[in-house]
């Protein structure tokens, strides 16, 4: 149920409004950010409601069915706001997004919420994006319950695999760049593969705090998933946590930790079954 003051109601009702959208922005990093379709910027409970920003809703879909109440919204890269490298480095991965309308001529009436949501998908075109904004029916699509499966359905490290990812971190710096993507460390010993599906996290240089999965990790050659965000220098420093490819025998040999296995990698699979079955 919709809140609103009875002199914003008023408002809304008569036959001549001064009424703004204003879009609030707010990131699992604490950041918060505020955008208006007004002509001018709007101070409304401590945070500025930027004007002129480019920043729009497009469509909205709203249906009975749980998961129907998605919104597309859009905006304009712009260096002082929203910028590409920020998106890519994953800063607004499932921030919160509050769209209300309110009066500019007298902000103490309040605001009238719209939607809600939570920022998912974005897609980046030349100088600008656009989001899909999911509801509260997005997140009761969550999918419950476990499959069969010959791999692991654990992370490494959390609550069900339990192996000490901390005590596996080790640290490194970079010692030659090819791009964003590749990199060298030539003090690193460990065998081919071993950091592959695994995570960096850089603790210096332009990436400082950000982490990316690595692909494949050959004679101190680190190629990761994706670029990186911000350029990668000579020494940069970083840390590594080992992958797991989430196979049986790799959590036998290199974690020592088939008591916490979570697949099951003796299921016969779908070959075996039509075998069994007679009908190939």
Not at 168 to 197: M, P
Request: charged share 20%; aromatic share 8%.
């Amino acid at each position: 149920m919709k809140t609103v003051s009875n002199e914003l109601l008023e408002h809304i009702s008569g036959e001549v409004t001064s009424l703004a959208h204003c879009w609030k922005i707010s990131r699992t990093d604490d950041v918060v950010m505020g955008f208006t379709d007004h002509s001018q910027d709007i101070v409304f409970d401590g945070i500025t409601y930027i004007a002129e920003s480019g920043f729009i809703a497009g469509k909205s879909q709203q249906t009975l069915e749980l998961g129907g109440d998605d919104m597309l919204l859009q905006g304009i890269l712009d260096n002082a706001l929203i910028q590409r490298e920020d998106i890519i480095a994953g800063l607004y991965d499932f921030a919160e997004i509050e769209i209300f309308i309110l009066n500019y001529e007298d902000i103490s009436q309040g605001k009238l919420v719209i939607r809600g949501g939570w920022f998912g998908e974005i897609e980046i075109r030349n100088g600008d994006f656009s989001v899909q904004m999911h509801g509260l029916g997005q997140r009761l699509e969550k999918t419950i319950g476990n499959l069969y499966s010959p791999s692991c359905r654990a992370t490494l490290g959390d609550s069900k695999c339990q192996v000490d990812v901390q005590a596996l971190e080790v640290s490194g710096s970079v010692t030659a760049t090819i791009n964003n993507r590749k990199f060298d460390d030539t003090s690193r010993t460990e065998d081919n593969g071993y950091f592959n599906y695994g995570k960096i996290t850089f603790t210096s240089g332009e990436n400082q705090g950000l982490s990316m999965e690595i692909k494949e990790f050959r004679d101190g050659n680190f190629t990761l998933a994706l670029p990186m965000p911000y350029d990668i220098a000579i020494g940069n420093s970083f840390t590594l946590i080992p992958g797991c490819n989430k196979s049986f025998g790799t959590c036998q040999n290199k974690f020592n930790n088939v008591i916490n296995f979570r697949g099951e990698p003796h299921v016969p699979g779908v070959d075996a079954i039509l075998k069994t079955s007679g009908t190939r």
